[in-house]
């Protein structure tokens, strides 16, 4: 209970199967030594980016529910990936504090079920 973060101000509601599709592609870009992804927060969007050692670039952008302070922030695709596959409901939702907090995955309306992914430095 202690590891699971409190408070977070930023929180986003968004499609389960339209960010795992999104991140797919991400992570195809991505290599086996770094898996990093940065989201961008911004008014009701998602920017999702990755870069790879050939200078070649990704980018998604997501259509969500999100009206909190603009936040960039990265995570491992892999992790991501791993939550995102084990979970079954339409929405989920992400909350999170600034880019060197963790953040908490959840499903609206249940308290059954917490992720917590902590962010890396890109």
């Known amino acids: 209970q202690r590891v699971i973060p409190k408070g977070q101000k930023n929180s986003l509601s968004v499609n389960r199967e339209t960010l795992q599709a999104a991140l797919q592609r991400a992570a195809i870009l991505t290599t086996e030594k770094f898996k990093g992804v ?9 920017t999702i980016q990755s870069t790879n050692a050939e200078q070649e670039e990704a980018q998604e952008e997501i259509e969500t529910t999100y009206d909190g302070d603009t ?19 339409e929405a989920i939702q992400i909350s999170l504090g600034d880019a060197n907090s963790s953040a908490v995955i959840t499903l609206p309306g249940s308290e059954a079920f917490k992720y917590v992914v902590m962010p890396m430095r890109i």
């Open 38 to 46: 940065r989201f961008s927060l911004t008014s009701n969007k998602i």
């Open 71 to 89: 936040v960039e922030i990265g995570f491992n695709v892999s992790y991501l990936l791993d939550v995102l596959a084990n979970i079954k409901n």
